[in-house]
C-alpha cells in the first residue's frame, strides 16, 4: 500500500506538497474551504475534502474538522505547510494522539522553539550568538529592573516570551519609557498571547536578516543547506530572498553552522527548519527558529538541487534518505520575488478575478504559484500569489534573469506587487547589496515619494 497523505494547507504550498507527493508516489488527500473550490491544487489531488466556511478559523485553523477529515480517508501523515497550524504544538500533538504522522518535529520541540526565551536558551546551550539581553523574571523593583536595562545599553527591545508574527515586541529608546513600554507589552501579550511574560533584547539597529536552513533525520542527525538573506522586508514580511547571502564573514559562518547542528542534534530535530539570525559587523545573533518549511524555500533547493519538501515526506514516512553533509554542493545564485495581490503602493490587499496573465519561462527560471486566469483571489487568506524564483551562475546574472522573468510576467485584473519588484531590481543599493532589513521601508520607499 502506498502512503497516503494529507494537506492541510492551500495555495502555492499545497501545490508544491502535491507535487512532492506524486515523485514519491505518495497518494494525497487535500482539504479545502466553502471559499476555495476552484484551488488548482484540488484538481491534482487523489482526494479532496471540504472542511468547512471560507473564514481560516473555521477552516484550516480548525483542528477538529482537518482531523476528521484525516480520518475519513484514512491518511497516514499530515503535512502542515507554512502559516495556519504548520508551528502550533497543540496540533502536531493532536495528530500524534490520534495516529497520525504529524511531517515536522516533535511537537516538544514546536512547543520549545515557539516560546522564545526557552528557544534562546536552547540555542545559547548549543553555542549560538544570542542577542545580548535579559530573559530571567522581570523584577518587581523599577529601580533593579531600570539597572538590567542600563547595564543592557539603550535603544532596548522588550520582546513577549510567546510573540510571534512580529507582534509583540517595543523598542525602548530611554529609561523614561521603560516601565511604561513593559507593562503595555505584558498587558498586549496577555491579551493576545495568553502569557504575559517578557524579556529585554539589545536592539541591532541595522541588521541583514540571514538564516540557516537544516535538516534533521529526528534520530540526532542533521545537515544544513547553506544561508538565505531576506533583508527586504516590509512590516517584517519578506519581499525578496535569494541564496546564498553574500559578503558574510566565513569564520563567523562556520562557527554558527556548527552550533546550528549542535541545536538540531540537541532537540533530535526532525524534518525542515530554519534558524533565523540578525547580522550586523560580522557578528550573528539568534532571533528564532522556524520548526517548517519556509516560504523562501525555493531559493535554497535551487542551490543546492536538494529537494526539501521531499525530504520532509521522506524522513516522516521513513523512507529512504541520504542526509550527507559533504554530498550537498552548492552552485551559483538564486533569487525569489514574491508576487502579492496588493496595491503597489499603498499596500492594500487586492482580491478578485484575475481576467489574463502570462507565467514566464526560460533557463533557469522557476515559477511557484497556484494562480491561473480566470481564478478569483478570495479575500480571506494571505495575499502571496506567486514565488518567481531565478537560478543563474553569480547574483549579477541572477538579478538580470530576474529583471527578464518580471518583463514577461503580467497579470490583469487584480493589483499586484509587480512593479515594486521590478523598481528593486533596478535599485543600486539593492544590485551592490547594501540593503539591511530598514532599507525599503526606511529608505526605498521613502525616496519613492
Ligand atoms: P517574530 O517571531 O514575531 O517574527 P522575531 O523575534 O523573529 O519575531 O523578530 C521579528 C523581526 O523583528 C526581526 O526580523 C527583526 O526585523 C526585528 N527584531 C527582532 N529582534 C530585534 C532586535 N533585538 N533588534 C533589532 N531588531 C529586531
Not at 540578525?278 to 517548517?292: A, D, K, Q, S, V
Amino acid at each position: 500500500m502506498p502512503f497516503k497523505v494529507l494537506i492541510a494547507n492551500r495555495g502555492e504550498i499545497a501545490l508544491r506538497a502535491i507535487r512532492a507527493c506524486k515523485e514519491l508516489n505518495i497518494s494525497t488527500v487535500s482539504v479545502y474551504s466553502e471559499g476555495d473550490k476552484d484551488l488548482k491544487h484540488l484538481k491534482f489531488s487523489d482526494e479532496t475534502v471540504c472542511i468547512g466556511p471560507a473564514s481560516p478559523l473555521e477552516s484550516y485553523l480548525n483542528t477538529p474538522a482537518i482531523l476528521s477529515a484525516a480520518e475519513l480517508t484514512q491518511v497516514d501523515a499530515i503535512y502542515p505547510g507554512y502559516g495556519f497550524l504548520a508551528e502550533d504544538y497543540s496540533f502536531a500533538e493532536m495528530c500524534e494522539k490520534s495516529g497520525f504522522k504529524f511531517i515536522g518535529p516533535s511537537s516538544e520541540t514546536i512547543k520549545n522553539m515557539g516560546d522564545k526565551i526557552t528557544a534562546k536558551t536552547l540555542a545559547e546551550e548549543s553555542g549560538i550568538q544570542i542577542v545580548p539581553g535579559y530573559k530571567n523574571d522581570i523584577p518587581k523593583d523599577p529601580e533593579k529592573f531600570k539597572n538590567i536595562a542600563k547595564e543592557i545599553g539603550y535603544p532596548i527591545m522588550i520582546k513577549a516570551t510567546a510573540g510571534g508574527g512580529g507582534r509583540g515586541m517595543r523598542v525602548v529608546e530611554s529609561e523614561d519609557e521603560l516601565i511604561s513600554s513593559a507593562e503595555i507589552t505584558m498587558q498586549e501579550a496577555k491579551n493576545a498571547f495568553g502569557n504575559e511574560k517578557i524579556y529585554l533584547e539589545k536592539f541591532i539597529p541595522n541588521p541583514r536578516h540571514i538564516e540557516i536552513q537544516v535538516i534533521g533525520d529526528g534520530k540526532g542527525h542533521a545537515i544544513h543547506l547553506g544561508t538565505r538573506d531576506c533583508s527586504m522586508q516590509r512590516r517584517h514580511q519578506k519581499i525578496i530572498e535569494e541564496a546564498p547571502a553574500k559578503n558574510i564573514d566565513q569564520d563567523a559562518l562556520e562557527k554558527t553552522y556548527e552550533a546550528s547542528i549542535n541545536l538540531c542534534k540537541k532537540l533530535k530535530y526532525e524534518g525542515a527548519g530554519t534558524i533565523e539570525f540578525l547580522y550586523e559587523n560580522g557578528e550573528f545573533y539568534f532571533i528564532e527558529m522556524n520548526t517548517r518549511i519556509q516560504v523562501e524555500h525555493p531559493v535554497t533547493e535551487m542551490i543546492t538541487g536538494f529537494d526539501i519538501v521531499k525530504a520532509q515526506l521522506r524522513i516522516a514516512l521513513e523512507m529512504d534518505i541520504k542526509l550527507d553533509q559533504d554530498s550537498i554542493n552548492f552552485f551559483g545564485h538564486a533569487i525569489e520575488c514574491r508576487i502579492n495581490a496588493e496595491d503597489p503602493k499603498t499596500f492594500q490587499p487586492s482580491p478578485g478575478k484575475i481576467t489574463k496573465m502570462h507565467i514566464p519561462g526560460g533557463f533557469g527560471i522557476r515559477y511557484d504559484s497556484h494562480i491561473y486566469g480566470g481564478y478569483v483571489v478570495p479575500p480571506y487568506y494571505d495575499s502571496l500569489l506567486a514565488k518567481i524564483i531565478t537560478l543563474a551562475n553569480s547574483r549579477n546574472s541572477t538579478i538580470k534573469r530576474m529583471i527578464s522573468a518580471l518583463d514577461e510576467f503580467f497579470i490583469e485584473g487584480i493589483k499586484t506587487n509587480h512593479s515594486l519588484h521590478q523598481e528593486i531590481l533596478h535599485d543600486k543599493t539593492f544590485i551592490d547589496n547594501k540593503h539591511t532589513i530598514n532599507y525599503l521601508e526606511n529608505e526605498f520607499l521613502k525616496n519613492d515619494g
